[in-house]
């Protein structure tokens, strides 16, 4: 497989109003929007789990070896010259032999995704899970980082004061959602990053995923 160079993305923050809470008006009328400093973290469909067979080749209930789920996506952000970004997760496990000490190494992505739909960056890597003599079950950690430059994820001023200009009663402009705006729109969207995480799976594997 190849490994793509990181350039994982997260987001700046971007605080129009202190510490005030999200959707709030303030004192004149202006409206308070908040932005999370980091991109939401998340496993794309059909992604977050991965059946292995005994024989490869077969999909028969009876013939599977190991499956294994991503659980517990956490994501926190750190602040600086660039910001960090670092999402960890847990890989549950089960196998159906348990006869014998084991170790299953499994591959898995970590995609940046810009506006919903533009991928910026991926990185591929491996978790390994070991299971003990006799146990059917176990758990292993696994994460992904990224750095990125402020700019990159922050709103233009000019959008941003238009998202927090002050509106009173009697306004022309007093009822519009300024976010309803096409270029507001256009310029959330630039902005808007997901980290996304989930196995590295083959054609047949999601294939698998998606007909079962």
Partial sequence: MTIARTALVSLAVIALAGCSRSGEIDATGGIIAVRSACPTAAVPAYTG????FNPATSRDASAIDVVADITNVRATCADGAQLYTEATFDVQARR???SAAREVTLPYFATVVRGGSSVIAKRVAQVTLRFAPGEYRTTATAKAASY?????????KD???KISQKRKAGDADAALDPFA????KAALQRTSFELLVGFNLTQDQLRYNVTR
């Fill in 181 to 184: 705006s096409p270029e507001v």
């Fill in 159 to 161: 959008i941003q004061d």
């Fill in 49 to 52: 789990d991965i059946t292995l």
């Fill in 148 to 156: 990125v430059d402020k700019d990159v994820a922050t709103l233009p």
């Fill in 96 to 98: 159906s032999d348990a």
